[in-house]
């Protein structure tokens, strides 16, 4: 008994040696990391963080900490960067350091690195290289997409002929704008009433949802003690997993009708370029990236200008005079007795502003995709090491008070010059910036113009509630802002 006791406070000794010296090393490790409120032991900065607000409690930080701080979720130090300047230093000053990408919890179980939004390192340079060249192959930025764009806002029309009572707009626009970029990942558009399209689509819906409600910033931060636990969490992985299953069946459609001289999509391409890298050991190009980079290509070109365009509907029917002078300068520039096309948003200042303005209100990604640091970085004074957690906060660049004229209110003037001409502004970050933004930016740049003045070259919205009672609150506010669902009418000009 008493060598068993002995022993037994021996490793107690031991084991609080070790977790003395573990968390030495730690603090030794991130001992010059930027200032933020002083963690707890095991729950880190819970107490500084509202549950469902993410967002909300770290910009409430910055305002005590600055644009630079740090804050911990349990353990895991997280460094956040506010407003226009310190994330453009980070992600385009210095691009290669802030390049990598952290986990999601939430959907981690699914990717596991792989696919090009997730990975890091060799893969994602293989990944996004391939991809980028593929897209553009497909004719992302050239004439041949606006073709396809102009043929598919067409549809759209057609679809919204026979509406002649009042309907939610969120699965006609989705459809709309999957049919896109479906045309370059599997070749071909879906009917509107294929069941299995829009089974995909409220799957996607559904899975940006969940990903963005409180439960999933809850889960976000505090994934090393939740994810022993059953609960909400779980909803997502099989949502994505179905998603990628109906991926997996269209591989292998593509597999047994392959021409390697006649690639068809973005399935084709990457399939032939797995077969002449297969002596490759180092390559990338296997079916787990196929399938997941695929899924990523679909959901990004699906969710994020289909999103954009139903806030703009709702933030156009709260500001029926923006809504008036888009029809004035379609009017004036195009006309009724011809499509629009890309050419004109030159000569449409207004609606180019409106367009940007939409997208800096509706800020779809306020916290961008996380990003963690490649190696040891200096930035302004302060040493963050390899690997640490990098959260751009792109809602504070949207909003940044310094760059926009009223950044808390949707104003088409945030764009406009006194004289009426467009202004650019290097603080409009809707896709992010630096090494990892949007694949698709040309491509969504492209399809908000031509389905936007499509439809309000033949319809004017017309809400169901007086302009000043339609809510613009976002349904969720998370990894995604969720645009609230609303029903409206299109009433033909």
Same mark, same amino acid.
């Given at each position: 008994?008493?060598l068993a006791?002995a ?6 000794i031991y084991?609080?040696?070790l977790?003395?010296i ?5 603090q ?14 095991l729950i880190g900065n819970f ?5 469902? %607000? ?7 930080l910055?305002a005590k900490y600055?644009?630079v701080?740090t804050?911990?979720?349990?353990s895991k130090?997280?460094?956040v960067?506010c ?7 980070a ?6 350091e802030?390049?990598?990408r952290a ?5 981690e ?7 090009v ?7 994602w340079?293989q990944?996004?290289?391939?991809s980028?060249?593929v897209?553009r ?5 050239k004439?041949?997409?606006e073709?396809?764009i102009q043929?598919?806002?067409q549809f759209l029309?057609?679809?919204?002929? $026979?509406?002649? %009572?009042?309907f ?5 626009l ?10 370059i ?12 399209? =829009?089974?995909?689509?409220q799957?996607m ?7 963005s409600?409180?439960?999933?910033q ?5 994934v090393?003690?939740?994810?022993y636990? @059953?609960?909400?969490?779980m909803?997502? $992985?099989?949502?994505?997993?179905d998603?990628?299953?109906? &991926?997996?069946r269209?591989?292998k459609q ?5 021409d390697?001289?006649?690639p068809?999509?973005?399935i ?6 797995m077969?002449?890298?297969k002596q490759?050991?180092?390559? %990338?190009f296997n079916?787990?990236?196929l399938?997941l980079?695929t ?13 954009t =365009? ?6 156009l ?6 809504l008036?002078?888009?029809h ?5 520039v195009i006309?009724?007795s011809?499509? @629009? ?5 030159s000569?449409m ?8 303005? &939409?997208?800096?209100?509706?800020d779809l990604i ?14 302004r ?10 959260y751009p906060?792109l809602?504070t660049?949207l ?10 209110s949707?104003? @088409?003037?945030?764009f406009?010059?006194e ?10 970050? @809707?896709?992010s910036?630096g090494?990892r933004i949007?694949l ?11 389905f =936007? ?7 004017t919205?017309?809400?169901?509630v007086a302009p000043?009672?339609i809510d613009?609150r976002?349904?969720e506010?998370?990894f995604?802002?969720i645009?609230p ?9």
């Open positions: 008994m008493e006791g022993i037994t406070i021996f490793l107690g084991v609080s040696c977790l003395v573990s968390a030495w090393r730690k030794s490790r991130y001992k010059n990391l930027p200032p933020g409120p002083t963690p707890l032991p107490l500084q963080m509202k549950v469902g %607000e993410t967002l909300k409690s770290l910009e409430k910055s600055g644009p701080f804050v911990y979720f349990g130090p997280i460094v960067l407003g226009h300047e310190a994330v453009k230093e992600l385009v000053d210095q691009a290669e802030f390049s990598g986990h999601l919890p939430t959907v179980k699914n990717f596991q690195g792989f696919g939004v997730f990975a890091n390192g060799e893969r340079r990944l996004r290289r391939f980028l060249t897209l192959n497909f004719g992302m930025g004439k041949s997409i073709q396809r043929e598919e806002a029309l057609e679809a919204f002929k $026979y509406k002649a %009572e009042p939610d707009p969120t699965f006609f989705s459809r709309a704008v999957s049919n896109v970029i479906c045309s990942v599997f070749g071909d558009r879906f009917d509107y009433e294929d069941k299995e399209f =829009l089974s995909l689509l799957m819906n559904e899975s940006f949802r969940e990903i409600t409180p439960w999933s809850f889960y976000d931060m505090y090393s003690f939740l994810k636990f @059953p609960g909400p969490h909803k997502i $992985y099989y949502i994505v997993e998603m990628r299953k109906f &991926i997996e269209r591989v593509n597999q047994a009708t392959l390697a001289n006649s068809r999509d973005f084709d391409c990457f399939l032939i370029q077969e002449k890298e490759n050991p180092s390559s %990338e079916t787990k990236n399938e980079t899924l990523n290509l679909f959901s990004a070109g699906t969710e994020s200008v289909s999103s =365009l139903r806030y703009g509907f709702l933030l029917m709260k500001h029926p005079e923006v008036g002078k888009l004035e300068e379609i009017d004036r006309g009724q011809r499509v @629009p096309a890309i050419e004109d948003r000569q200042p207004y609606t180019d502003a409106v367009i940007h303005e &939409i997208q800096r209100f509706s306020p916290m961008d995709v996380p990003h963690i640091v490649t190696r040891d970085t200096q930035f004074g302060y040493t963050i090491p390899q690997g640490t957690e990098i906060m809602s660049v909003r940044d008070p310094s760059k926009f004229k009223t950044p808390e949707f104003n @088409p003037g945030n406009l010059e004289t009426g001409r467009f202004r650019k502004n290097d603080a409009f970050v @809707p896709f910036s090494k949007c698709g930016e040309a491509l969504a740049r492209m399809e908000l113009f031509l =936007l003045t499509t439809i309000l070259q033949r319809f919205l017309t809400p169901l000043e009672d613009t976002p349904l506010s998370g995604a802002k645009p669902f609303y029903q409206l009418c299109v009433v033909p000009r």
